[in-house]
């Protein structure tokens, strides 16, 4: 399986509960996505410095079926209206081992 996380922090001009809306759109239209799971983040800033706003994971059965989702339109249109939404981005793609938690 292949797990691919996405973390953001939001640009001064929007507002966290839009991109969490802008990225739910994408699990109903796109069937390639075998799990999901996007959430904000909560708490207060501490030591261990500033938090990212919140992070989308997202799980695939092949390497190939993470590209039809990175290459699918409906993803790259939401991807286009995302970006001047966030000021900083992080994305990291790996096998996720079975029976692992």
């Known amino acids: 399986m292949i797990r691919h996380i996405f973390m953001w922090q939001v640009a001064e001009s929007a507002k966290n509960s839009e991109v969490l809306d802008l990225l739910g759109q994408l699990s109903d239209r796109l069937t390639m996505i075998n799990s999901w799971e996007?959430?904000?983040?909560q708490g207060e800033p501490n030591e261990n410095g500033e938090p990212w706003d919140g992070a989308l994971i997202t799980d695939f059965a092949t390497w190939e079926d993470l590209e039809a989702y990175s290459t699918d339109p409906f993803h790259e249109e939401i991807v286009g209206q995302l970006l001047p939404m966030v000021r900083s981005r992080a994305v990291v793609d790996f096998v996720r081992e079975e029976g692992r938690k």
């Open 38 to 41: 996007v959430g904000g983040h």
